[in-house]
């Protein structure tokens, strides 16, 4: 038996010979935003403008983009952060009712399977901490605050130096269900495909912002999903980036 036969199957696709979805058997959907919970203290996300964006050239963007791993030790500012949160998973459309939101990022079936979560060291106005983006409001919810950020996130970033000095980790974490509520089992390779999309559309923001970014999976699963507050089952850490100035 091939030693990463089950791994390589994972990577087809297996549409059209699964098992009938939650969705096809007339399962209510999972709701599109995680509720806020108990946590009441959001923080509103101010507008931005094209005042922000100091490339707009898109071939120039593409051509340019790189990881960096270099930060300045420099705040990023707020607006800039709400720039770069609505170009990875801002909520721009509801289509029908509460059946899918529409993004600047795309997603199989529009399921949108992932929560945007901040490990937030150095922006102007919030303090260090742990924060969850609510797309649709386009706002903060804040965690907890954690002085001791930069060594729990490189820690947490498998020892990863980089990390730790980054102005803000996005960490993605996925709830699985909202995938599998429509796509069963085909839903999994696509979720995670959506994950490249959403790490793709931050570098280029970030190009287009003059920030520097790098994209993260060699991370500790248990000491992220920690860090992020998450079970680990129904929700859990697939990606990051980490982002500063550069
Ligand atoms: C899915 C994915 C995971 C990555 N994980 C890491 C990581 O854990 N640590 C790291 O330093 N770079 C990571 N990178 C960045 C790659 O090393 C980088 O993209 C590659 O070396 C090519 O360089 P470039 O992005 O500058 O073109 C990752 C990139 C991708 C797309």
């Known amino acids: 038996m091939e030693k990463y036969e089950t791994q390589r199957e994972f990577m087809k696709s297996s549409f059209g010979r699964g098992a009938e979805s939650d969705q096809n058997r007339g399962l209510a959907q999972p709701p599109l935003q995680k509720p806020r919970g108990q946590k009441a203290e959001t923080i509103e996300l101010p507008l931005f403008g094209e005042d922000l964006i100091v490339e707009s050239n898109v071939f120039r963007c593409i051509a340019e983009r790189r990881s ?81 950020l930069a060594e ?61 970014n790098c994209a993260l999976a060699a991370y500790d699963q248990q000491r992220m999903d920690e860090l992020i507050q998450v079970d680990g089952k129904d929700e859990f850490t697939v990606y990051m980036s980490a982002v500063g100035r550069v």
């Open 68 to 148: 960096r791993r270099d930060f300045k030790d420099e705040a990023l500012a707020l607006a800039e952060l709400s720039y770069l949160l609505w170009a990875t998973q801002g909520v721009q459309e509801i289509k029908g009712d509460n059946y899918a939101t529409l993004r600047p990022v795309p997603s199989g079936g529009a399921r949108h399977a992932y929560e945007t979560y901040l490990a937030l060291g150095s922006v102007e106005g919030l303090q260090k901490g742990l924060y969850r983006y609510l797309p649709i409001e386009h706002s903060l919810l804040f965690l907890y605050q954690e002085n001791n």
């Open 152 to 212: 729990k996130i490189k820690g947490a970033a498998g020892g990863q130096d980089f990390a730790g000095k980054a102005a803000v980790n996005f960490i993605w974490a996925c709830l699985p269900y909202r995938g599998e509520w429509r796509y069963a089992e085909s839903s999994h390779k696509v979720m995670l495909l959506d994950a490249g999309h959403i790490g793709q559309a931050l570098y280029l923001a970030c190009q287009s912002l003059g920030l520097g």
